[in-house]
């Protein structure tokens, strides 16, 4: 049972990513998707999140900016970041809560992945 996050890098300010999180041992279609980060510092905050249902939303100071999609048949859950500004500077992570393969329930973090903007 495993996220696999990637795609952070250094940008500069204006810069996009895409990062992506791709996920094994859990039931893909049934489990609700979701981005946080991690400012230095900081508490880990909800970024978005993208439901069974492929509805998404994110956090309004990214709304315009940010995008959650997910393709079920990869496994896999991305997030677009565009127009970064240096205060989206930090580890981003993926999470899964939903059903696992081997049965019952889970709540489960990827590793993370650091997106750095230059300003």
């Known amino acids: 049972v495993q996220l696999q996050a990637s795609g952070g890098g250094l940008v500069q300010n204006g810069g996009s990513l895409r990062l992506s999180c791709t996920a094994s041992?859990?039931?893909?279609?049934?489990?609700?998707m979701s981005w946080y980060r991690q400012a230095p510092g900081k508490e880990r905050d909800l970024v978005g999140f993208?439901?069974?249902?492929?509805?998404?939303d994110v956090i309004d100071s990214v709304k315009g900016r940010f995008t959650i999609s997910r393709d079920n048949a990869m496994n896999t859950v991305w997030l677009q970041v565009n127009s970064l500004k240096p205060e989206d500077t930090a580890v981003y992570y993926c999470?899964?809560?939903?059903?696992?393969?081997?049965?019952?329930?889970?709540?489960?973090w990827g590793q993370g992945t650091q997106v750095t903007v230059s300003s």
């Open positions: 999470s899964a809560r939903g059903p696992l393969q081997s049965g019952g329930f889970g709540s489960l």
């Open positions: 041992g859990i039931i893909f279609n049934l489990n609700i």
């Open positions: 993208i439901n069974t249902g492929n509805h998404s």
